[in-house]
């Protein structure tokens, strides 16, 4: 396998016709593929789990004129099938250890607590209540007072974990934005 | 295979300690189903937050710093975590809004946060008349309301009692009740010399004593055992004395636990305040 191979517009516009004809979903199963290998990955400890997804997209790429041949079935296996290889090339290899977690500045704090009020004060009332009704309870009376809300809201209590989950989710990167702003 | 996983063996797969075949099986699901990758995301927000709030076992607890916070991503989602959680301890009881959809709607992304300074964005002035007086109508009843409010609002209070004996007492309510009943407790920061005698009210009186832990931003800052339960007033509290020395202007929780007859610990629950200057 050739390490130094860089992915190229060429190759990368081929792996996204093998995933789908349609190019935004194309895009969109792309990402989601990445997003869940570095999961896998960080899951086996390792701590450059962004470099090894990118690591097993390449290998699949280099050998995609070869897969689209020989492979049939879902493409997600097949990058399953890579990277459980490279994982076992990377526990052969001395890992990296883990990066510290860096000190707290508390400047930067406040600077992170203005804009998480800036984009609690963004969101709909009804999410912000959700959000703040969910997360805020805590102790003997949080199941109580979600079993209540999803009552409240006429949803499963599955449905209301998910759906507290991406306002949170949604909430994290708009924080994370308006950070990045205020570095600027 | 089974495809199937519950929330037990996803949070097992996350601290590290899943059984091998159960975890290919788990990986493999989550490159092919939409569903259980997002289950996955939902339960790494909940150890998140377990962990922000000391509700882990100790063992759970040392897995996930040595297992789970491997990343910079997944430590930056805790210390998002963190910040979610410092807010949420600083509001009141959310109020419904008048009308909750029952339908589940599209969940919105929130628009992005303005810069910090200027303070005012462009108003809806010099859009339509009507926005004009729309506007003008909202800022009048707007200021009445703060007028009202600020007419009848209390000053903040400090729950602590003083005693001439260098002694702050601060009686402290459950997480569990006071998400219920308030917000965070706010306590002056203690005079030079003075301790604090910290009252946790409790409900369960039937443990052989307690164990405390006092933390701030999830740092162990002192922790006692053999503590008893005594009656104040109509209820009971568990008090724990502390040296004001330990305490500076931030947030703190102090995690109770009960020790039972076979010796074992049981976590009761956690009592949140503010120490301000």
Redesign the interface.
């Known amino acids: 396998m050739n390490k130094n191979w860089f992915l190229s517009q060429e190759a990368f516009d081929a792996l996204l016709d093998w995933l789908d004809s349609d190019r935004e979903q194309a895009g969109i199963k792309y990402e ?2 990445r ?6 990955f ?2 086996r ?3 450059d ?2 470099d090894l997804a990118d690591e097993t997209i390449n290998r699949v790429t280099q050998r995609l004129s070869t897969i689209k041949k020989e492979f049939t079935g ?1 493409p ?2 097949y ?2 099938g890579v990277a459980n290889f490279i994982l076992m090339e990377y526990m052969r290899r001395k890992p990296p250890q ?2 510290p ?2 000190p ?1 500045d508390s400047n930067q ?1 406040e600077v ?9 004060d ?8 959700l959000l ?2 969910y ?8 199941i109580d ?1 979600r079993k209540q809300l999803a009552e ?4 499963a209590a599955n ?1 209301l ?3 507290a ?11 994370e ?2 950070i990045k ?2 570095e600027e | 295979m089974n495809p199937n996983f519950d929330k037990q063996e996803m949070r097992s ?2 601290l ?1 300690n899943l059984e091998a075949d159960r ?1 290919a099986a788990l ?2 699901s ?3 189903d ?1 569903g259980v ?6 339960v790494e ?1 909940e150890l998140i ?1 377990q962990y922000v ?1 000391n509700n882990l076992s100790p063992s759970e607890r040392q897995q996930f710093e040595t ?1 789970f ?7 930056k ?1 805790l ?2 975590g963190r ?6 301890d600083s ?1 009141p ?5 008048e009308k ?6 599209q ?10 300074l200027p303070f005012f964005s462009a108003g809806p002035f010099g859009r339509s008349a009507s926005i004009a007086v729309s506007a003008a109508v909202v800022a009048s009843v707007a200021i009445i309301v703060f007028i009202c409010w600020v007419s009848t609002r209390k000053p903040v209070q400090h729950t602590v009692r003083e005693d001439s004996s260098h002694l702050m007492k601060v009686p402290l309510t ?4 006071r ?2 009943g308030g917000s965070t407790p706010r306590v002056q920061i203690p005079p030079k010399g003075f301790d604090v005698r910290l009252e946790l009210q409790v409900t369960n009186t039937s443990f052989r004593n307690y164990k405390s832990e006092l933390l701030r ?1 999830n740092n162990s800052l002192k922790t006692a055992d053999e503590l008893k339960a005594e009656p104040s007033g109509e209820q009971h509290v568990v008090p724990w004395t502390i040296t004001g020395d330990v305490l500076s202007p931030g947030d703190y929780k102090v995690r109770l636990s009960g020790v039972v007859d076979s010796g074992q610990d049981e976590f009761i ?2 009592y949140s305040f503010r120490v301000v200057k």
């Open positions: 989601e593929i997003a869940r290998l570095i999961i896998i960080t899951g400890g390792c701590v789990a962004e879902d997600t296996r990058f399953f883990p990066s977690f860096p707290t704090v992170e607590f203005r804009c998480l009020e800036q984009c609690i963004s969101l709909s009332e009804e999410n912000r209540y703040l009704k997360y805020g309870a805590e102790g003997g009376s949080k007072q409240e809201l006429g949803i449905a974990r998910i759906r989950y991406r306002i949170r989710l949604g909430l994290q990167q708009c924080v934005k308006c702003r205020a | 797969y996350l590290g975890r990986e493999e989550i490159l092919s939409p990758y997002e289950e996955l995301l939902v927000g937050d709030v297992n916070l491997i990343t910079a991503e997944r430590q989602n210390r998002f910040l979610l959680r410092r807010y949420l509001q009881v959310p109020v419904p809004p909750i959809p029952v339908a589940v709607r969940i919105e992304t929130p628009a992005p946060a303005k810069k910090f459950p997480g569990s009740q998400s219920e931003e629950d956690n």
